[in-house]
């Protein structure tokens, strides 16, 4: 081989020794974001099949990360560059882009990062789940122990760290100092704690923190939502923009005269008129009280006002100032059906006729059995063929029975006091039973009554000035109500 043979391959040699090395540095810059992103999509994936109940939706959401690697497993080379970065069929891109400002996702179990106002601030919003504390959250989120620890004692001069709840966001801040997620300050965290009152965690100093409750302040605003009902109540009052938690209370209301299992029917139509809270920009902030509704059934308008009485006592009254609340519940269950009625009826199990001396209502096992009225437990435990049973007694008048519960609620014995509305036990079949049902009894005077045909005492009837103030609130509540358009659709919040 003669002089310029050699040169010549040794140039190529040369040449092939720097492509090599290049592709290696390629590889191996390729290979580490692999990696990184291979980490971010299966922690992505474990936050995910921790909410994802069912084997199925798991194994989804894992093909789904499984795909967004094979797109992006492709070696950097020309054609690489002129594609960009993938995203992994939008689950998650696997590295940042290189002119990223923010460090990205922050260690946690859940929550988004972005970016503060201020350029040199990082936020990370995470979300309280059943069970969280504010610990598990300043943890989840990448803060330090000891410094979530002085955050999270500062702020209980202003708010109780057990009064979280769950889906209450917090945001919390950081501030880089490094290119590294682990070079950062913590500057504290805020969270709305009500709808009108915010709580704000900073930075004091290197070792500090304190905590600031601001209050907000709210626009009272009164909302009507009215409508037909076709099929059922709560599908009507969807429709008509009235969010579920104003429902319940509707239902609470009327729920002395009105069966709204039976008497319920298609045409009945309800008009509510409620206060809402705002923030000064009109978002919504919550819903308040009921302060008029009406319901017309059957073509019979039954109205209600809400009324502050002398004494401070807040209740709801009809159009003549008779008290809404009744001395008893007519159903003390929500979401029964009426099996059995009162009187004659050949028995499910002993086959005989006899006189059925209650009412039966089928609801699945554990839906929870309220107390019909204000009273002390006379009976509670055992009792033939009633199975589990309680006995109530409210006056010298009036007792209440239960009957075939599966379980009774903690804290209650013989000589308890209850309130009217309070969750004394859970449906069940104990006792002769054929399936899930309670067993309602009324007695007065000693003696089984139909408790869907008593005409139960009545609730005070406004007398003299309160009577007076409260004709001049009705006047005024009408008028309003005519001068209000019903809403067609809001939020519900």
Known sequence: MDFPDFRLTFMFWIRMLNTSLTKFNLYSRWLRSVVA???????????????????????????????????????????????????GLGIAALTPPEDETRPGNLPGESGETTED????????????????????????AGVA???????????????????????????????????????????????????????????????????????????????????????NLYTAAQKAGLPAGVLVELIRLYSWDVDFQRDIQPGDRFDVMVERMHYADGEVARWGDIVYAELTLSGQKYPLYRFKGARGDIDYFDASGQ????????????????????????????????????????????TPIYAAGNGSIDRIGRNGGYGKYIRIRHNGRFDTAYAHMSRFARGLKRGSRVRQGQVIGYVGTTGRSTGPHLHYEIHVGGRQTNPMRLKLPSGRKL???????FRALREARRDQLVATPPISKVANR
């Open 37 to 87: 992103g291979l980490g971010t999509e299966l922690s992505a994936l474990h936050r995910k099949s921790r909410r994802l109940r069912k084997p199925c939706q798991v194994a989804a959401v894992a093909v789904l990360v499984a795909a967004g690697l094979l797109v992006y497993l492709d070696p950097p080379f020309e054609s690489h560059a002129e594609r960009g970065t993938p995203l």
């Open 117 to 140: 106002a201020s350029p040199s601030q990082v936020e990370r919003v995470v979300e309280a789940r059943r069970g969280d504390t504010f610990m598990k959250l300043m943890l989840g």
């Open 145 to 231: 122990r000891n410094e979530a620890h002085a955050a999270i004692d500062a702020m209980k001069g202003v708010f109780n760290p057990r009064d979280l709840r769950p889906g209450q966001a917090v945001t919390v801040t950081f501030t880089p100092e490094g290119e590294k997620d682990v070079d950062r300050r913590f500057d504290g965290f805020r969270f709305d704690a009500e709808a009108d009152r915010a709580v704000v965690v900073m930075r004091e100093d290197t070792d500090g923190f304190r905590a600031e409750a601001i209050e907000r302040e709210l626009d009272s605003r009164k909302v009507r939502a009215a409508g037909e009902i076709e099929s």
């Open 463 to 469: 007398k003299g000035s309160e009577l007076i103030a």
């Open 323 to 366: 008290s809404a609340q009744k001395a008893l519940m007519k159903t003390p269950i929500d979401g029964a059906r009426l099996s059995s009625g009162f009187g004659r009826r050949k028995h499910p199990i002993l086959g005989y006729t006899r006189v059925h001396q209650g009412v039966d209502f089928a609801a699945p096992s554990g």
